[in-house]
């Protein structure tokens, strides 16, 4: 063997050579798994909190409650928590909001699709409660909440008051996620429409969380739940 065929068989060949792509890609991966079991955490927390915070946190109504939940409930549970408070969603908007804002022109570039993601729905969910309830301060208090944001951030780097907010800032998505489970927990109003429902034994008021065959699941407004047969019930309204 020569000792330029010693020197070409050192050098690894195009097909062998490991790609940016190739070599990115476990990290890649790594980094979606763990994006994947973080939401994944957060959504089994709020679905948690809801349950203990409609049943009125009595063990045996939770578990009672909790068996009337589907896979294609989870959309709808989130949507009915937000409109069932709409003072504490316009707080939790017009505190996290301006965090996100100011997190995507002054945060980390790494985190800026999940702050766009987040920021839509703030925003959407800020226009929504505005135009719903004509809750204009909604927006004009986002606004002037960024303004005392952005006054933070122009003072010198070694204030206490400024560090404070850029730690918060970058870690805005653990601030969002503990505000949204803070309105879990203490939002006792169900995901459901309020109901008062006629029936052969009296008038019912509640909430009717599923509808099987044969029978309805209700929590009433003393958080019991109660089962109504269908063929007792003369009216809902």
């Known amino acids: 063997m020569t000792a330029d065929d010693t ?28 994006t994947a079991a973080k939401a994944t955490s957060w959504a089994f927390a709020f679905l948690i909190l809801r349950i203990f915070a409609v049943s009125g946190y009595k063990w ?24 069932a408070g709409p003072l504490l969603a316009a707080a939790l908007v017009i505190v ?8 995507y022109l002054w945060g980390p570039r790494g985190g800026r699709p999940v702050v766009i993601l987040l920021s839509t729905v703030g925003f959407v969910s800020m226009v929504a409660l505005a135009v719903s309830y004509r809750s204009w301060w909604v927006p004009v208090s986002a606004v002037a909440v960024f303004t005392v944001y952005a006054l933070i951030r122009r003072l010198l780097p070694k204030r206490r008051l400024r560090r404070a907010l850029m730690a918060v800032v970058s870690r805005v998505g653990l601030v969002t996620g503990a505000g949204v489970l803070l309105i879990a927990a203490f939002i006792q109003t169900p995901w459901a429409p309020h109901e008062q429902i ?4 009296g008038t019912i008021t509640g909430y009717v969380l599923s509808v099987d065959s044969g029978y309805l699941n209700v929590i009433t407004d003393d958080h019991e739940f109660v089962i109504i047969i269908s063929g007792n019930v003369l009216s809902r309204q």
């Open 60 to 83: 045996d109504t939770t578990f009672q409650v909790s068996t009337t939940l589907g896979v294609d409930d989870g959309v709808g549970l989130v949507f009915g928590t937000l409109m």
């Open 7 to 34: 020197t070409e068989s050192a050098v690894a060949s195009p097909e062998t050579a490991a790609s940016p792509e190739t070599a990115a890609s476990p990290e890649t991966a790594g980094r979606v798994a763990g």
């Open 96 to 103: 996290v909001l301006p965090l996100l804002v100011a997190a």
């Open 198 to 201: 006629e029936t052969t034994d």
